[in-house]
């Protein structure tokens, strides 16, 4: 198939096919730094970056309602080479700017091609290579072969955000949007706005919305559990007063969060109550309500952290909520109305502006085709390799994050990881590597990617049948545990049995 292209691998182009040691699929928070990883350590390597949008960014660049933030803190949400100087949450500007400048100040922009949605990816054994196909803003198609591929485009479909199939949704004759496709230039000053959700983005943009509309109304199917704070971190603002010099205290900070996070984590687990109790204060102290009520809006069926916890600033939805700009409406949907949403207790809820919240349309590899060797692959058909590499599936590695942890964590993690097999790769002259299950594998049970139990929000549950299949062993799932995954992964025998290399 790839007879007629370069063989060499150095960039080069035959025709109109261009070849790269690397391709990296999206110039969002993962292209982005696997870009720098590979840079500082693989500098040989030719690559480019392949993004559809025509800038970078990736959910930064997608989302546009008010008040969009980051609900992960950026001392570990940044990358852990460049140091945030800011507050722990920061605004989608002000991520892009962070971003703009790793871009700027590590000369990665002229490897980006933007513009580039990618059609098609297929691997040829006799060529030891992939052939990516991507069509132009003209439209034209554009040819790429490459060594290595490197899955960065994310998790969720950014065009088609999920939206229920509500019965009279065409009877509602005002504005109806979905949060991910909010217009910025939309005015909803002095209006009555109906959010539908109570996720990460409602806790966003119930606020954002509170400051300038008439009246808010939260339709949410079941509660979230919130997590309220200010934005600040003491010990960051502290080393700074004794001046100490900003990569310290970024990797101090880092390091401070994360054991705060793992400590939480497994309380959630041991003592959910205890820690539910403690949400609790907090909801009361920034609310300055001792008797804040909490059934039945604000009181989940889950325990703590089977689904994200919320992150909430200065606890700003309750006290949006106790100064009358926000009612809470704990619910499920009849239908729609012209004026607005029939409940299914009867109560109607006019609104001359309905913003759905209701997460994302889950989107594996992009939902861009794969073959190998001219068969199509099946993702629910393969195991995954600690949720990087899959079984029959050479020469790629795809960035799925965490949920419970700052997502970009596990971006520097297998910047590191693909880095080493690289370097592993051409010590060895190997230009081909699979993952595979060992003789001692043989027999082991197959599973969905996650237990329902260990982490379930709706677009993962709704997609499982999407995702590659785990076993029941730690090198074959992907565990959302970065606490040992930190520790396990960098220490990879890349010589071991399930590394199979020609």
């Given at each position: 198939m790839l007879d007629t292209l370069e063989r060499n691998d150095s960039a080069g182009a035959t025709g109109n096919t261009e070849h790269f040691d690397v391709l990296i699929a999206g110039a969002g928070i993962s292209g982005v730094g696997s870009a720098y990883h590979l840079q500082q350590q693989c500098s040989g390597k030719s690559y480019v970056v392949l993004?559809?949008?025509?800038?970078?960014?990736?959910?930064?660049?997608?989302?546009?309602?008010?008040?969009?933030r980051s609900d992960s803190d950026l001392y570990t949400f940044g990358y852990r080479?460049?140091?945030?100087?800011?507050?722990?949450?920061?605004?989608?500007?002000?991520i892009l700017k962070y971003?703009?400048?790793?871009?700027?100040?590590?000369?990665?922009?002229?490897?980006?091609?933007?513009?580039?949605?990618?059609?098609?990816?297929?691997?040829?054994?006799?060529?030891?290579?992939?052939?990516?196909?991507?069509?132009?803003?003209?439209?034209?198609?554009?040819?790429?072969?490459?060594n290595f591929l490197w899955m960065c485009q994310g998790y969720y479909d950014h065009e088609k955000p999920y939206i229920p199939d509500w019965e009279g949704l065409s009877d509602y004759r005002v504005l109806f949007v979905h949060a991910q496709l909010w217009d910025p230039k939309t005015d909803y000053a002095g209006k009555r706005i109906l959010v539908i959700g109570s996720g990460a983005t409602a806790a966003t943009v119930v606020p954002a919305f509170a400051e300038k509309a008439a009246h808010v109304t939260m339709l949410q199917r079941s509660p979230t559990y919130f997590f309220c704070s200010e934005n600040k971190n003491e010990l960051a603002d502290r080393l700074r007063e004794i001046g100490i010099d900003e990569p310290t205290v970024h990797r101090v900070v880092r390091a401070q969060i994360m054991?705060?996070?793992?400590?939480?984590?497994?309380?959630?687990?041991?003592?959910?109550?205890?820690?539910?109790?403690?949400?609790?204060?907090?909801?009361?102290?920034?609310?300055?309500?001792?008797?804040?009520?909490?059934?039945?809006?604000?009181?989940?069926?889950?325990?703590?952290?089977?689904?994200?916890?919320?992150?909430?600033?200065?606890?700003?939805?309750?006290?949006a909520a106790v100064e009358g700009k926000v009612t809470v409406v704990t619910d499920t949907i009849d239908r729609f109305t012209e004026k607005g949403v029939r409940t299914s207790s009867g109560e109607e809820i006019e609104a001359d502006i309905i913003v759905a919240a209701t997460g994302f349309r889950l989107s594996v590899m992009g939902d861009i085709p794969f073959s190998v060797d001219g068969k199509p692959v099946n993702w629910n058909d393969i195991v995954t390799y600690r949720g990087m590499m899959f079984t029959g599936v050479p020469n790629m590695a795809w960035v799925m994050g965490y949920f419970r942890a700052s997502w970009t964590l596990r971006v520097d993690m297998m910047g590191d990881f693909v880095c080493n097999l690289l370097n592993h790769m051409d010590k060895a002259g190997a230009k081909r590597v699979d993952v595979q299950l060992r003789p001692e594998d043989e027999g082991m049970p197959l599973s969905p990617w996650i237990e329902a139990d260990n982490f379930n929000p709706g677009y993962l549950m709704r997609g499982l049948d999407q995702l590659p299949r785990r076993g029941d062993k730690p090198e074959w799932r992907h565990n959302q545990d970065y606490w040992a995954e930190k520790d396990q992964i960098p220490v990879t025998d890349l010589t071991g049995a399930e590394f199979k290399y020609s």
């Open positions: 993004d559809m949008k025509d800038t970078f960014g990736g959910t930064w660049e997608t989302h546009k309602y008010p008040g969009v080479f460049k140091p945030w100087i800011g507050a722990p949450i920061a605004s989608a500007d002000e971003m703009g400048e790793v871009i700027e100040e590590n000369g990665i922009g002229p490897n980006i091609r933007y513009g580039h949605r990618i059609t098609g990816c297929s691997w040829s054994s006799a060529d030891n290579r992939w052939m990516v196909e991507a069509v132009d803003k003209t439209g034209g198609t554009k040819r790429f072969t490459c054991h705060d996070q793992d400590m939480m984590t497994k309380r959630c687990q041991t003592e959910p109550e205890v820690v539910f109790e403690e949400l609790k204060e907090l909801v009361r102290a920034f609310t300055g309500k001792p008797d804040f009520e909490f059934e039945p809006h604000f009181t989940p069926k889950y325990r703590v952290w089977q689904q994200r916890l919320a992150f909430c600033p200065e606890g700003d939805v309750f006290r």
